[in-house]
């Protein structure tokens, strides 16, 4: 028998937000506003000397007064690094699903169900760029790392999801991916200082984790002032950065205007999605330097042929703007190489 909705909640205060823009748009800040930032550069090691923190990392040790724990699946394992009290951290798997955008408008809220006691459950949310995700679910694992999309998780996905939406099926589904949320004991966030001098944990942030992360810094800002550190008002020297121009987004008109200007604005370089190869380079200008990099911000790779067409010319935009050979192109940093030097064999 089919089981039709006769009622639903509304939850008007729901919102969706492009996390890639939000969070470029507060690093972009942070940058100008005198702070450095170090990526695919782990902490490996913690010591206190009485005053100072002195923090190992693959680039070399940075020394500093306070140090804030916000490690995600990892925030435990720092925590006991810089012996500032034990605590033991679960981890709770998300499968999620992109749709093809032939479904954009089939919903237009983000539609819940009853959520159970451990997840909000499976949603069918509209995201800001056009397609549908669908997910996720909710799987305790014993690695933080395993981060493995499974047939039993489709299935249970959509199942779920086409329940609340009848027409969803497998063959709309353009790509997978699965996130770790970080799960303490009680289930609750824990924010506040340790048994460490100096040294805060901001740890077990687990959903609504992204929604809360405004409210958690304001917290923050407030235990660092308490502990004494003198805070200066944000300078923000310079003019911010322009807005990312997304061609795909523009009127004609602009478009003509924008190949004009700029011959790049004329070459696409991801059919899928239409990014042309001068938002490309202004990505890597921006601080991209890997293919993720480049598809955060402008989509390339995104559409549903996932990189099929693009893959090979971002790769070759990241070599000859930041002057690399091929081989040392990654999908996401560390050593996620696409490919391989025939003469030199695999990087170091
Ligand atoms: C499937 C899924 C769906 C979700 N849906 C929502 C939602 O709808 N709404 C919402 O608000 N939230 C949602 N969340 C939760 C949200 O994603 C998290 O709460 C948020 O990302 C946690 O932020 P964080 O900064 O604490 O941890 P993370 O985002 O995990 O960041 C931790 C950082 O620490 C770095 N790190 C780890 N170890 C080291 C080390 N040794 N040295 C240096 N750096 C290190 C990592 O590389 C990472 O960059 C969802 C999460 C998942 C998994």
Request: glycine content about 10%; aromatic content about 6%; proline content about 7%.
């Amino acid at each position: 028998m089919t089981r039709r909705a006769i009622a639903a909640a509304y939850a008007p205060t729901t919102g969706v937000i492009n996390p890639y823009e939000a969070c470029f748009g507060l690093a972009d800040s942070a940058a100008r506003n005198g702070v450095e930032i170090r990526t695919g550069c782990p902490v490996t090691g913690l010591r206190h000397d009485g005053d100072l923190w002195t923090i190992t990392t693959a680039d070399g040790p940075v020394v500093a007064r306070f140090v804030i724990n916000a490690a995600g699946v990892a925030a435990a394992l720092i925590a006991t690094m810089a012996g500032a009290g034990a605590y033991r951290m679960r981890f709770r798997k998300g499968e999620e699903y992109l749709l093809d955008k032939r479904l954009q408008g089939i919903v237009r809220h983000v539609i819940y169900p009853c959520p159970s006691p451990t997840s909000k459950g499976v949603l069918v949310i509209p995201t800001y760029d056009g397609t549908i995700m669908i997910g996720p679910t909710a799987d305790e694992v014993d690695d933080p790392a395993d981060l493995a999309t499974t047939v039993d998780g489709a299935t249970r996905i959509i199942a779920a999801a086409s329940r609340l939406v009848p027409g969803i099926s497998e063959r709309d589904v353009i790509a997978e991916f699965a996130g770790m949320r970080a799960v303490l004991d009680d289930e609750d966030f824990r924010i506040g200082s340790t048994a460490a001098p100096d040294f805060f944990d901001v740890a077990g942030i687990q959903s609504p984790g992204l929604t809360a992360a405004p409210a958690i810094a304001v917290m923050v800002v407030e235990l660092l002032r308490d502990a004494g550190l003198e805070l200066a008002e944000p300078v923000t020297p310079g003019a911010p950065l322009p807005p990312f121009v997304h061609f795909a987004d523009a009127p004609l008109a602009r478009q003509q205007e924008l190949a004009n200007s700029d011959p790049r604005y004329g070459h696409i370089v991801c059919r899928c999605e239409i990014v042309t190869e001068a938002e490309v380079c202004q990505a890597i200008a921006r601080g991209a330097a890997t293919l993720d990099g480049i598809k955060f911000r402008t989509r390339a790779g995104m559409g549903r042929c996932q990189g099929g067409f693009c893959t090979s010319r971002c790769m070759a935009l990241l070599a000859s703007e930041l002057a690399v050979p091929l081989a040392a192109v990654t999908k996401r940093g560390g050593d996620s190489w696409l490919v391989v030097d025939r003469d030199e064999g695999v990087l170091p």
